[in-house]
């Protein structure tokens, strides 16, 4: 049962929108294969402005994500990739349909 979640916003840089878009979009194959992560969205606000909401059952399996392959890629090119630091919250689920 989804118990808890993330939700991330990243900033583009100028002339990086087409790349971060690109990369959250090839994410889903990375997020696909990670047993814990229950559901993964990757969408877009405006531009230059893209997030990632997952759910999880656990807080292990949250966790883990926090430390896959998805979190690794994105903040090896944050500096070239990103204007700010990603922004992260930890969410838990009140209700889930």
Same mark, same amino acid.
């Given at each position: 049962?989804?118990?808890?979640?993330?939700?991330?916003?990243?900033?583009?840089?100028?002339g990086?929108?087409?790349?971060?878009?690109n990369?959250?979009? !090839?994410?889903?194959?990375?997020?696909?294969?990670?047993? %814990?992560?229950?559901?993964?969205?990757?969408?877009? +606000? =405006?531009? =230059?402005?893209? %997030?990632?909401?997952?759910t999880?059952?656990?807080?292990?399996?949250?966790?883990?994500?926090? =430390? %896959? !392959? +998805?979190?690794? %890629?994105?903040?090896? =090119?944050?500096?070239?990739?990103?204007?700010?630091?990603?922004?992260? !919250?930890?969410? !838990?689920?009140?209700?889930?349909?």
């Amino acid at each position: 049962m989804e118990k808890l979640s993330l939700l991330a916003r990243v900033q583009a840089k100028p002339g990086q929108e087409a790349t971060v878009e690109n990369f959250l979009k !090839e994410a889903l194959a990375l997020a696909q294969r990670e047993a %814990g992560t229950l559901r993964w969205y990757a969408f877009k +606000i =405006n531009e =230059n402005t893209f %997030g990632i909401f997952d759910t999880f059952a656990t807080e292990d399996d949250r966790q883990a994500h926090l =430390n %896959g !392959e +998805i979190a690794k %890629g994105l903040l090896a =090119n944050a500096d070239t990739l990103l204007s700010m630091p990603p922004v992260l !919250e930890r969410l !838990e689920l009140l209700a889930v349909k």
